[in-house]
């Protein structure tokens, strides 16, 4: 990574967040798309995956499906979260699978040299887009909260503390969390997602925003003006893997039901 990426203030986030909860490192796998981030698992000491562009979150899921017990965190770019890995979002948020998605966004695609991204802003000078960028912006909170994600929030690269609490936050989370983080490439972005132009933009939710609030929190994320940062939402509700034993247990319970209606013939029927 280049020296003062983003990057690396998630690292030393989730590194902090893990260790603060006592999660140990053999049980806990980091599972990573397409992207600088795909760097992700080959720094962390944990078990890794360094999957194909735009596929971490169904990789991800079937780590956390086969099992249970690991802590499973999927990391990825805008480009590789919403241009080809779009499909995969609103999948993982509606099963709320159990696991935490680190959304790095930098607005621009970095590993390869500074293309526009689906966040790019409107008006950016990239090599693809000499004569400005004419699309709008994705907005990825607002996408989130549609889908179902049971937990919703936004954190900047900039406030490494606030950024280590939310993700200690959403990795505490029983259900799907996903954690936006706004994070400058300092490489390839000089003129918008700035450290200098974010300092001035972000702010904090403000501190009566009630996070069980899901139409509150829509209002807060259509707000692009102001980024804001902290937990917009999160609820309880049941996951993929409590779906899938609830299955196990009807089938088995259907499988004894089945035997034991079959031998009750057998015994009835005359030899
Ligand atoms: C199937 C496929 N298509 C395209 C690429 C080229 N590619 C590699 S990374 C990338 C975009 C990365 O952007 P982003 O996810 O925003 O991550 P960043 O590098 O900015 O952190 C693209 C288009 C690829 N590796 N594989
Ligand atoms: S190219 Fe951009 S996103 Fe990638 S490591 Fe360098 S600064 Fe970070």
């Known amino acids: 990574w280049c020296p003062g990426c983003g990057y690396y203030s998630m690292t030393e986030g989730l590194v902090n967040a893990l260790t603060e909860l006592r999660i140990k490192t053999e049980d806990t796998v980091i599972v990573s798309g397409i992207g600088c981030a795909s760097r992700f698992p ?66 621009i695609y970095g590993l390869t040299k500074g293309q526009v991204s689906p966040t790019s802003a409107t008006g950016f000078i990239t090599p693809t887009s000499p004569f400005q960028n004419r699309d709008a912006p994705l907005n990825p909170l607002l996408m989130l909260l549609s ?6 929030g936004q954190a900047y690269a900039g406030w490494p503390h606030h950024l280590t609490q939310l993700i200690r936050q959403a990795l505490e989370h029983p259900g799907f969390s996903y954690l936006h983080v706004l994070s400058p490439c300092v490489t390839f972005d000089k003129t918008d997602r700035t450290y200098q132009n974010l300092d001035l933009a972000v702010r904090e939710l403000d501190a009566d925003h009630d996070s069980s609030d899901m139409a509150a929190a829509m209002r807060a994320a259509a707000d692009t003006s102001t980024p804001m940062l902290g937990l917009y939402y999160a609820e309880k509700r049941e996951t993929l893997g409590q779906a899938l034993d609830l299955i196990a247990a009807r089938a088995a319970g259907a499988q004894r039901i089945k035997r034991a209606t079959t031998r009750h013939r057998q015994r009835k029927t005359p030899a």
């Open 147 to 152: 889908y179902g994600a049971s937990w919703v």
């Open 42 to 107: 080959f720094f962390m000491d944990t078990y890794g995956f360094h999957t194909l562009h735009g596929r971490a979150l169904p990789v991800a899921t079937g780590v956390k499906v086969a099992n249970d017990k690991l802590t499973v965190v999927a990391v990825g770019g805008d480009g590789d979260g919403f241009a080809i890995g779009g499909g995969h979002i609103p999948h993982a948020a509606r099963r709320n699978v159990n696991i935490t998605y680190l959304l790095f966004d930098n607005g």
